[in-house]
C-alpha cells in the first residue's frame, strides 16, 4: 500500500534539457511514521527516465501524513527554472524553487497555505493544477480543497497567481468548485482556462442543498485573462446540445482533460459522466467531447458522445463498468491530434482502457 507514483509531476528541475519525473509514494511507511509517504526525483536523459534520483525529505514529518500526496509542476517565478509544488495532509503546500540539483538540493524552498481544511476527510489538497492563466509567462496554480469559511465546509478552489516572488497567497481568488481540474487554451486567446468537474449531485441525502452544484454533475469553466481568471461558464448535461440529460447520481465531471482533437489550435475537453445509466444497465457510464472555438466550448454542436453500446466502440454497456473512471486526451500516434483513452472497471474490476 506504499502507493509509489500514485501521483507524479515532470519537469526539467536540473536544468539539463531532459524532463525529469517526480514520483510519489504517499502511503510509505518511514520508520515508524506509518503513511509518512515518501517523494523521489527520477532524472530524464536522451534515452528516457534512468531509473536513478533523488529523495524529497519530508521537512516537518511530525506534522502531517502522505508526504506527496499531490504534486505540480512550472516555473512559477520565472527564473527559467522548474519548481515543485508538494502537498500532503494538512493544508500547508510546500514549494520547491530554483531547481532541484543532483544532491536533491533546491534552489529555495517556501510555504502556502491556502484556507482549506486538513483535519477530518480533507486532510489537505485535493489537486494541484499548474497552468499559465493570466498570460505572463510565470505558472500559476489552481488549489482544490474544502474550504473554512463556511460550517459545511464545501468544495472551493483558490487561484494563486505566479510573481517575481513565487506563488503569492496576498493575490489569491476564490474559484467554482470542482475536483478534477485542468489548465488549457479552450478560446485560443493566448490564456489559460480553468476547467474543474463538480460531480457531485446539488442536494445532500438529507435534502441540503450544496452551492454551485447541479443534479447529476456539473463542469466548471474558467476563462483566462490578462487579470487572471474571468468569468465563469457552468456546463451540465441540459445545458444547449451537450449529450444526454441530468440525473441523480450521473457523476457528470468525474473525470476531464483537455487536448486539441482536430488539430485546430482550440483546447477541447472530455468529460466523462462514469454513473450514468444506459438502457436499464446501472453506472455503465459515458463519455462526451466538447469542442474548443473562438467563443469558448461549444455547447451548440458539433459535440460527441461514447459509451461501449456506441458503434464502433469496444464492449458492452455493462453493470457497474464506470466508462469514463478515467480519461485523457493525449496524441498517442504523433499526428499533431489529441487521441482519446479511457478507463473502465471492466468485468467486475478486472479493468480495461478503451482507445479511440
Do not use: C
Not at 93 to 120: E, F
Not at 216 to 239: F, H
Request: charged share 20%; hydrophobic share 30%.
Amino acid at each position: 500500500q506504499d502507493a509509489f507514483g500514485g501521483e507524479t509531476a515532470y519537469g526539467d528541475f536540473n536544468s539539463d534539457g531532459y524532463d525529469d519525473i517526480a514520483v510519489a509514494a504517499a502511503g510509505e511507511d518511514v520508520g515508524s511514521d506509518t503513511d509518512g509517504g515518501t517523494l523521489a526525483v527520477l532524472w530524464g536523459s536522451a534515452s528516457g527516465i534512468t531509473g536513478t534520483g533523488v529523495t524529497i525529505a519530508d521537512p516537518a514529518p511530525s506534522s502531517h501524513d502522505s508526504w506527496g500526496k499531490n504534486l505540480a509542476a512550472g516555473d512559477f517565478d520565472g527564473d527559467g527554472k522548474d519548481d515543485l509544488t508538494v502537498g500532503n495532509t494538512s493544508s500547508t503546500v510546500y514549494v520547491y524553487k530554483g531547481g532541484i540539483n543532483t544532491s536533491g538540493t533546491a534552489g529555495g524552498r517556501y510555504t502556502i497555505k491556502p484556507p482549506i481544511q486538513s483535519g477530518g476527510t480533507a486532510r489537505g489538497p485535493l489537486n494541484l493544477t499548474a497552468g499559465d492563466v493570466n498570460g505572463d509567462s510565470h505558472t500559476d496554480l489552481v488549489v482544490d480543497g474544502f474550504e473554512t469559511q463556511t460550517d459545511w465546509g464545501w468544495n472551493t478552489n483558490y487561484y494563486l497567481p505566479g510573481t517575481a516572488s513565487g506563488l503569492s497567497t496576498s493575490s489569491a481568488q476564490t474559484l467554482k468548485p470542482g475536483v478534477i481540474t485542468a489548465i488549457g487554451d479552450v478560446n485560443g486567446d493566448g490564456f489559460g482556462d480553468i476547467v474543474s468537474g463538480a460531480s457531485w449531485n446539488n442536494t445532500t441525502d438529507d435534502g441540503t442543498t450544496i452551492p454551485d452544484s447541479a443534479l447529476g454533475g456539473k463542469v466548471n469553466i474558467t476563462y483566462g485573462s490578462n487579470r487572471g481568471p474571468g468569468s465563469t461558464t457552468g456546463i451540465t448535461q441540459n445545458t444547449g446540445n451537450v449529450p444526454g440529460g441530468s440525473e441523480k447520481n450521473d457523476r457528470f465531471g468525474y473525470e476531464l482533460d483537455l487536448g486539441d482533437i482536430n488539430g485546430d489550435n482550440y483546447q477541447d475537453i472530455v468529460i466523462s459522466a462514469a454513473g450514468e445509466d444506459l438502457n436499464g444497465v446501472a453506472d455503465t457510464g459515458a463519455v462526451t467531447v466538447l469542442y474548443g472555438s473562438a467563443n469558448g466550448l461549444n455547447t451548440s454542436s458539433g459535440a460527441q458522445y461514447f459509451a461501449q453500446s456506441t458503434a464502433g466502440v469496444p464492449g458492452d454497456d455493462e453493470k457497474y463498468d464506470g466508462f469514463g473512471l478515467d480519461t485523457k486526451l493525449d496524441d498517442v500516434t504523433g499526428d499533431g491530434k489529441a487521441d482519446l483513452l479511457v478507463s473502465s472497471w471492466e468485468n467486475s474490476g478486472n479493468g480495461a482502457v478503451t482507445y479511440l
